[in-house]
């Protein structure tokens, strides 16, 4: 499954620059994309990959070895574990700029590749792939199911639950204990590590208080941020900054915790199956934490995304502000009959967003009173989000 619209940006995009970035986490298809891409182009095309000894030893010497593929697109995979090619690849760009030089496919993010962005400024632009959405999956594969399983390839389209939760365990343990060393070139505590991100998983969805986390893991307040950073950077969690302005109001000033992909997060906290995952403590969260994702995937960076939360306990799961400036307000339940808390009633008289809207699972859409919205998230996705200008 390779996202026909993903292809088609980055076709466009390689029709003009001489290098194009496909970044993001690892297993998410990145070779997979770029090799068919590469039947795409009108040039004959050369795959590396610097995790390959065969690979790693052509690239010896690499300006004498790059040099004489002038005439190919080279596919370089897992172009972070070797941060010195950087200024050569903008030294051959420079000698013969042309569209479709280089393809470069990294699981680091360009704030972690700092030398791509500085040696290679004016010639590359950047491609994020995420794991499978909702609505690449959907009507072929159930929401539950895509929620449950996220959207890793390998986890999504296991043949049942054992084995996509065994893929997934496997990918915690490999990340912690590998691929970490791999992107910033040295060791860290694997076990601190895996503590932490154990710990993570059950602070999806709440404030994050990086105090609070060092003094119960007796780690410094410098290390947990490090390995915040380093997670984020792997594209395996982001946060949702607080909306505030000047509005009179004692407001939360601390951004809120997700995972990206619901499936890694079940595997953290041991959900395995549908029943563990309505049973849990946490569904709450997982669905919050779902939805918010599965929006930021179909509306793209050209939005911003926060939430809004009053010492007083007033508070919306998610504010959407729209390249023209607009606010939808966001309210996220797990269930088809929600009720709508004071909370957000108070929330959107303080904000007077555009839209308003209640995220459910799946239920019929209807209007509610004040210009509220109730509907499914796949008819939020396909239809209502389009609306939002």
Sequence with gaps: MISRTATDAILADLAFFPVIAIVGARQVGKTTLAKSIGQHIQKPTLYLDLESEDDLAKLSSPETYLANHFDKCVIIDEVQTMPRLFPLLRSLVDKQREPARFILLGSASPELL????ESLAGRIVFHELSPFSLLEVSPSFPMREHWLRGGFPEAFLAANYNLSRRWL??????????DIRRIIGYEIDAPAMSRFVRMLGHLHGQILNVADLSRSMDISVQSINKYLHLLEGSFLTQKLEPYFRNLG??????????????GFHHALVRIADLEALYASPQIGASWEGYVIAQIRRVAGEKHN???YRTQHGAEIDLLLETPSGKLA????????SPSISKGFYQSCEDLKPDYKFIITPDSESYWRDQGIRVCGLLEFLREELMGIG
Aim: glycine residues 0%.
């Design 114 to 117: 700092r030398n791509s962005s």
């Design 249 to 262: 109001k004692r407001l939360t000033k601390s951004p809120k915790f997700y995972f990206q992909d619901s």
């Design 305 to 307: 995304y926060f939430f």
């Design 329 to 336: 307000a966001i309210e996220i339940k797990y269930s088809n």
């Design 169 to 178: 365990d496997n990918f915690i343990k490999t990340f912690i204990e590998r």
